[in-house]
């Protein structure tokens, strides 16, 4: 039985598939948590919970809020579970270090995936396709750039995860110049900063994942997926997908990973352009992914690798995984799909296929009940406001 701890930091979705997926292994897990609607904390796996300051806005405080924290354990595991909580640990990984296991890169290495200039930068160096996309510091850029590219575009924050906690989307389609001005002086009010891209074609299936866990450079065990429906459509974060083997997104997984030099667990997300049919990437993300559960129900558990590697020493090898496995976000499902019901126009037989399937829901579960209770109460009380 493990002894270790671990602390997941944050528990919304992401957090919840983290810790379920190690408390199943009987590892003890503690949740620092700093959103109110988070509702992993209250999953059965938990045993210790603690609130904590913002760690984007209150970074020094959630700092010391985590090694007070730590004092009761001897070096337990730190696994950052979100945007904000990873960008404030790997800013402050030396210090943390003093008092936990850090399962994420320093802050030179977390930056360059994080700050999607550098990521595309990154992709364009080392030949690894993706969109045309153009820094933008000024009204007068964004004009000389738009009037290149032409429209529509997409307007991208270089950092989604700041750009969401304002405007809760994570890009803009803009199909004229006003619409990509007033994209820009509304994000330039917050003082987020922008790039230009082109738009890829093609509907939500063509998006697709390359989770991995990565040590010297080497790909040690790697999952693919394809996403099947957007929250929203298009532009939105995942809420059904299903697993597949896809040997070109994993050539091109390993190539950017590679690249960047990242270490432990990531996920990639590429688009595959229906102009041409290559895969076009979109975004490394450093931290573990909003659909880990789904790895786990087809046979790969990334967050136990990652404790017995970080905590025990224990390499991870090659591992298979179930293909045709569907996970979905069911609370998410049924309101993007009433909402988007004549735009999408899934048949039901499309529609129902996932729940026919071998699948695994983001945040049901029968034998770990709270967390759904409380979402299903958020989204009551938020669509009561």
């Known amino acids: 039985m493990p002894n270790t701890p671990a602390i997941v930091l944050s528990s919304h979705t992401i957090g919840l598939g983290v810790i379920r997926a190690l408390g199943r292994m009987g590892v003890p897990v503690t949740v620092f948590y700093y959103r109110e609607e988070d509702m992993g904390y209250l999953s059965k796996h938990v045993r210790r919970k603690v609130k904590v300051p913002n760690p984007a806005t209150e970074t020094a405080d959630f700092v010391a809020a985590l090694i007070d924290g730590a004092k009761p354990y001897s070096k337990p595991l730190l696994i950052p579970a979100d945007d904000e909580t990873l960008v404030a640990v790997s800013q402050h990984k030396a210090q943390l270090e003093e008092h936990f296991i850090v399962a994420c890169e320093d802050w030179e290495t977390v930056q360059s995936i994080i700050d999607k200039k550098y990521t595309y930068r990154l992709a364009e160096a080392h030949g690894v396709p993706s969109p045309k996309t153009f820094e933008v510091e000024s009204l007068d850029e964004l004009e000389r750039y738009a009037e290149i590219m032409g429209f ?30 007033g994209a820009f002086k509304e994000a330039d009010a917050h003082g987020l900063a922008l790039m230009l891209q082109e738009h890829i074609p093609g509907d939500d299936s063509r998006g697709v994942n390359y989770n991995s866990y990565f040590w010297d450079g080497k790909p040690l065990v790697e999952f693919t997926a394809e996403k099947v429906r957007l929250a929203p459509p298009r532009f939105g974060v995942p809420r059904v997908l299903v697993s597949k083997y896809m040997p070109e997104v994993i050539d091109l997984g390993r190539k950017i990973v590679q690249a960047a030099g990242y270490r432990g667990y990531s996920c990639t997300e590429f688009k595959k352009d229906v102009r041409d049919g290559t895969y076009k990437l979109m975004e490394i993300n450093g931290r573990h992914n909003l659909s880990s559960m789904l790895s786990v129900s087809c046979g790969i558990n990334f967050p136990w690798l990652e404790y017995k ?26 309101l993007f799909s009433l909402k988007y019901l004549r735009e999408e126009r899934y048949s039901l037989a499309e529609y129902f296929r996932p729940y026919m399937k071998p699948h695994v829901f983001a945040i049901f579960d029968r034998g770990d009940l709270r967390p759904f209770v409380k979402r299903c109460f958020d989204f009551a009380s938020n669509a009561a406001k």
């Open 152 to 181: 529509p575009l997409i307007i991208k924050p270089c950092h989604s995860h700041l750009y969401f906690e304002v405007f809760r989307k994570k890009m803009v389609k803009a199909h004229s110049l006003d619409e990509a001005v």
């Open 309 to 334: 590697h970080r905590v025990e020493g224990v390499l991870p090898g090659h591992c298979e995984f179930k293909t045709g496995a569907y996970w979905i976000d069911l609370t998410k499902d049924v």
